[in-house]
């Protein structure tokens, strides 16, 4: 029962291009989403969040679009550099102390 | 300088053997975690300890027992290892149970045979 879900494993994309991580979920009552970057033999580091009252968090290079009607969110980065070839993590969490529900990982690989 | 760090980094061990991961992180931190990331590339978690008190158990087999002495620090051991405990586990913290921006760990890689 996955409840996040990134169904692109792996996305190539050129420098100084666009990239665009896509996220869906199924739990309406989410309401706090957020993306991790991981790099091999290293543990996942906060990227960037957004609340459900918003449909825009900007951070440098780095914006985070929800569509609560379609249940969906994405990760748009640019221009995308070499070191951001990681594996992008959606996660998400309803209110109160409930634990962060992950996605299985996007692979991105920017190519030089 | 490290923010959140486990030992030890790889472990391979037999089935049947009892074997314990430690985490540490110096953030003072009130939250710590324990994930799993298995072979699907899921990562979930297994446990949450806010200020060295049980806040989340999701469903983990009783072989794992989370031991927190200290906020600072919060073990992970496992009693009787089985093929599928095999997994990448994830040590984590944040400020506060409430805050969702959580600092990880490197991992600790576990192989049973």
């Known amino acids: 029962d996955q409840q996040v879900k990134q169904n692109s494993p792996s996305l190539s994309v050129q420098e100084g291009r666009i990239s665009i991580l896509n996220c869906d979920y199924t739990?309406?009552?989410?309401?706090?989403f957020l993306w991790y970057k991981k790099y091999p033999a290293e543990g996942p580091t906060f990227l960037i969040s957004?609340?459900?009252?918003?449909d825009k968090n900007e951070d440098g290079r780095f914006t985070v679009f929800l569509n609560k009607s379609a249940k969906h969110l994405s990760l748009h980065i640019v221009p995308s550099q070499p070191g951001d070839s990681a594996v992008y993590f959606c996660?998400?969490?309803?209110?109160?102390?409930?634990?962060?529900?992950f996605g299985k990982g996007t692979r991105l690989s920017v190519i030089a | 300088d490290t923010a959140v760090s486990q030992t030890p980094k790889y472990l391979v061990t037999q089935m049947g053997n009892d074997k314990s991961i430690k985490c540490e992180q110096n953030?003072?931190?009130?939250?710590m975690y324990w994930y799993k990331q298995d072979s699907k590339k899921f990562l979930k978690i297994m446990f949450s300890?806010?200020?060295?008190?049980?806040?989340i158990n999701e469903t983990v087999p009783n072989r794992f027992s989370p031991k927190s002495p200290d906020k600072a620090h919060l073990n992970l051991h496992i009693n009787s290892l089985e093929l599928g405990d095999s997994a990448v586990y994830f040590c984590?913290?944040?400020?506060?149970?409430?805050?969702?921006?959580?600092?990880f760990g490197p991992g600790t890689r576990l192989t049973v045979t």
């Open positions: 984590a913290s944040s400020q506060d149970a409430g805050n969702t921006k959580q600092y």
């Open positions: 739990n309406s009552m989410f309401d706090y």
């Open positions: 957004i609340s459900s009252i918003k």
């Open positions: 996660a998400a969490r309803n209110s109160g102390n409930t634990p962060l529900v």
């Open positions: 953030l003072g931190h009130d939250t």
């Open positions: 300890y806010n200020n060295k008190e049980l806040i």
